[in-house]
C-alpha cells in the first residue's frame, strides 16, 4: 500500500468545488499564507506543502471530507493546536489539512460521572478552565496548553508536567468518536468506565498520531480540584543528588509534580526578564516540586525533608511558596524554558526510561553530546519524576539552520542505542511524526511494527491518514 499523491492541478478546481459543499465556501482556504499557517506545526525540519486547508465543524462533515478525499486518492494531514515537535501535524505533499479549529465545543456534561464529552478542537487550557467552573479539574497540563487542542493531545498521548500524579492523557479518555481512514464513524467505550465487551478500540486512536483515523470527539474523565498545592524549588550540587531527593520525598509525600532543569535553562529564562532568580546559590541542577498543602502537618512534613536533603548535601539551597502568586512564579522557572530556548533552534530530544535506570541513563547521554558537541550550549530539562527527559542543543549562531540539523543527527544513533539498552523510548510525549520515525526500531521491534502496519491496512485500507508518519508502508 502506497500512499496517495497529490492531485493534478487540473483536478484541484473539482476538489475544491466538493470542499466547498461540504463545509462551505468560506470554510475552504489555498492561499499561501493559510497554507503555511495550517500545513506545519512547531518542527522546523520540513516546510509545508498542502494543497487546501478545510475546516469542519461536525463529525459528519469530517467524514464527508474522508470519503471523498478517499474517492480522489488524496492523503490527509489532521491539525490541531500545531504544537507538536516531532512534524506529525505537518503536509510536504500536497495534502488535504482539516483543521478542527472550529470543532471546539462542550456537547454535554454529566456531573454524576465527572465527565464532560467535547469536540477534538477543543483547547487544552479551555477545557481546564471549563472543568473549573464546574468545581473539577482536568489535570493534563504542559507549556502548550493554551493553544494545544485535545484532539493533537490525544493522538500522541500527551503528558506534561502532571503526569507523576496523574498520568498521561489515555488515563483521561473514556470515551472517543472517530472517523477512520475509511471514512466510518466510530463511537468508542461511549464514556463507561467498566465495559467489558471486547477489544478497546479507543485505546488504538489515543497515541495514533491521526494515521488511523480522525479523533472528532471525547468523553474526557474529570476529577477534584487539588487544594493548597505548595511549589519547592531546590538547588542541587549535581544530578547524582536529584534522584535521592524523589525518593525522599515520594516516601512520605504525595507529589503532583517533580521536574528538574540544569544552569542554562535557567539562565535563558533569567535573561528573559519575566521572572526573578529562586535564591542566590549558584547550582548546577535544580529541581521542582509541588504537592497539596492541605494540612499544616503536610507541610512540616515537606520541611523535614528539605532539611534532610540539605544535611545530606542533596541540596544546596530552596525555597518554598508561600501564596499562589509565588508559586506561579516558581513554576514559570521551569514553563517557560521551552518558550525562551525557541530563538536558539534547539534541536530537541525527547527521552525516557524506567527512573530507575535514570542516573546511569542520564550519565551516558551527557558523555556522549559532550564528546561530540563540546563547543555547543546543552540544555537539560525534563519531568524526571516520570521518567521522561528532554535533552536540547542550542544552534550556534555561525551555523545554518541545515549545517546545525545535521551535525546534531550524527550523535542521534549513539543516544537512542543508549535508549534501546535501557529498554526506554525514543519519543516520550511528543510522537514520531517524521522526525523519529527512522528511529522508531530502537523502541519497538520489527515484528510489533509489522503488528502497527496491519493495524492501519485495517481502519486505513487505501493509506491516506497522514501518510508517512510514524512508519511508511
Not at 37 to 57: C, R
Request: net charge negative; with cysteine.
Amino acid at each position: 500500500m502506497n500512499a496517495p499523491l497529490a492531485l493534478s492541478a487540473e483536478k484541484l478546481e473539482s476538489l475544491l468545488e466538493q470542499l466547498s459543499a461540504i463545509v462551505g465556501e468560506q470554510r475552504v482556504k489555498t492561499d499561501r499564507d493559510s497554507l503555511q499557517t495550517w500545513g506545519k506545526d512547531w518542527t522546523k525540519h520540513f516546510e509545508p506543502n498542502p494543497s487546501v486547508i478545510v475546516f469542519p465543524a461536525t463529525t459528519e462533515e469530517v467524514q464527508a471530507v474522508v470519503r471523498l478525499a478517499n474517492q480522489h486518492q488524496i492523503a490527509i494531514t489532521p491539525s490541531g493546536g500545531r504544537t507538536g515537535l516531532s512534524a506529525g501535524a505537518v503536509a510536504t505533499n500536497g495534502e488535504i489539512v482539516i483543521s478542527l479549529d472550529r470543532m471546539n465545543k462542550v456537547l454535554e456534561f454529566l456531573p454524576a460521572d465527572r465527565m464532560v464529552r467535547v469536540q477534538a478542537g477543543m483547547v487544552t487550557e479551555s477545557l481546564q478552565q471549563y472543568a473549573e467552573e464546574q468545581g473539577l479539574y482536568y489535570p493534563v497540563d504542559f507549556a502548550s496548553a493554551g493553544s494545544s487542542q485535545l484532539g493533537g493531545n490525544i493522538g500522541t498521548n500527551a503528558g506534561g508536567i502532571k503526569v507523576i500524579q496523574y498520568g498521561m492523557t489515555r488515563e483521561w479518555v473514556l470515551g472517543l468518536t472517530v472517523v477512520t481512514g475509511k471514512g466510518d464513524i466510530l463511537r468508542l467505550n461511549k464514556g463507561m468506565i467498566k465495559n467489558a465487551t471486547g477489544y478497546a478500540l479507543q485505546h488504538l486512536f489515543i497515541g495514533a498520531e491521526g494515521t488511523l483515523g480522525i479523533v472528532t470527539e471525547a468523553e474526557i474523565k474529570l476529577t477534584r480540584q487539588p487544594q493548597d498545592l505548595k511549589v519547592l524549588v531546590l538547588g542541587t550540587p549535581d544530578f547524582e543528588s536529584v534522584m535521592p531527593i524523589l525518593h525522599a520525598f515520594q516516601q512520605r509525600i504525595d507529589l503532583t509534580a517533580f521536574e528538574f532543569f540544569g544552569e542554562v535553562a535557567l539562565q535563558k529564562v533569567l535573561d528573559a526578564g519575566h521572572v526573578g532568580k529562586p535564591f542566590d546559590t549558584p547550582c548546577p541542577f535544580y529541581v521542582l516540586l509541588e504537592f497539596e498543602g492541605r494540612f499544616e502537618a503536610v507541610v512540616d512534613d515537606a520541611m523535614s525533608i528539605f532539611e534532610h536533603c540539605m544535611e545530606q548535601g542533596w541540596v544546596l539551597d530552596g525555597v518554598m511558596s508561600q501564596t499562589q502568586a509565588q508559586a506561579q512564579n516558581l513554576w514559570r522557572l521551569r514553563e517557560d524554558i521551552s518558550e525562551t530556548i525557541a530563538p536558539f533552534t534547539p534541536y530537541k530530544n525527547d527521552i525516557s526510561v524506567l527512573i530507575t535506570h535514570v542516573p546511569a541513563f542520564i550519565k551516558e547521554i551527557d558523555a556522549i553530546v559532550a564528546a561530540n558537541y563540546p563547543d555547543f550550549e546543552i540544555c537539560w530539562f525534563g519531568h524526571i519524576g516520570d521518567g521522561n527527559l528532554h535533552l536540547n542543543i542550542l544552534k550556534p549562531a555561525n551555523l545554518t539552520k541545515d549545517e546545525f540539523f545535521d551535525q546534531c543527527k550524527v550523535v542521534n544513533t549513539q543516544v537512542f542505542e543508549t535508549v534501546k539498552k535501557y529498554n526506554g523510548s525514543i519519543s516520550a510525549e511528543h510522537g514520531v511524526g517524521m522526525t523519529k520515525k527512522d528511529y522508531l526500531e530502537y523502541t519497538r521491534d520489527v515484528v510489533e511494527i509489522g503488528y502497527l502496519r496491519e493495524l492501519k491496512k485495517v481502519f486505513d485500507p487505501n493509506g491516506i491518514m497522514n501518510p508517512g508518519k510514524i512508519f511508511d508502508l
